[in-house]
C-alpha cells in the first residue's frame, strides 16, 4: 500500500525526468515502469529518499537500454559489412 501510494504521487515527476533522458514520451513511460519495477523488489530495504533512489534507477535503466540498442547495432553493422560482397 505505502509503494502503490509513492507512486500515484510520483508518478508523473518521474515521467518528466525520464522524458530529459530518453526525448520520448512513450519511452519514458516505459523506463519509469521499468524502474519502478526494480524499485518493488527493493523497497524495503531503501534507506534515506526513495525519490533519489528512484532517479538513480531511471539512469541506470536508461543507460542499459542505450546499451543494449548499441551492442544489437553493432552486430547488425558487422554482420551487414561482412555480407556486403566485396568488388
Same mark, same amino acid.
Given at each position: 500500500?505505502?509503494?502503490?501510494a509513492?507512486?500515484r504521487?510520483? #508518478?508523473?515527476?518521474?515521467?518528466?525526468?525520464?522524458y530529459?533522458?530518453?526525448?520520448?514520451p512513450?519511452?519514458?513511460e516505459?523506463?519509469?515502469?521499468?524502474?519502478f519495477?526494480?524499485?518493488?523488489r527493493?523497497?524495503?530495504?531503501i534507506?534515506?529518499s526513495p525519490?533519489?533512489y528512484?532517479? #538513480?534507477?531511471?539512469?541506470?535503466?536508461?543507460?542499459s537500454?542505450w546499451?543494449?540498442?548499441?551492442?544489437?547495432a553493432?552486430r547488425?553493422i558487422s554482420?551487414s559489412i561482412?555480407?556486403?560482397?566485396y568488388r
Amino acid at each position: 500500500a505505502e509503494f502503490t501510494a509513492y507512486v500515484r504521487a510520483r #508518478q508523473r515527476r518521474f515521467v518528466r525526468f525520464a522524458y530529459l533522458l530518453t526525448g520520448d514520451p512513450h519511452s519514458a513511460e516505459d523506463l519509469v515502469q521499468s524502474a519502478f519495477a526494480k524499485v518493488y523488489r527493493k523497497w524495503g530495504s531503501i534507506h534515506g529518499s526513495p525519490d533519489a533512489y528512484v532517479r #538513480q534507477t531511471i539512469i541506470n535503466e536508461h543507460n542499459s537500454w542505450w546499451r543494449r540498442t548499441w551492442r544489437s547495432a553493432r552486430r547488425w553493422i558487422s554482420f551487414s559489412i561482412l555480407s556486403t560482397p566485396y568488388r
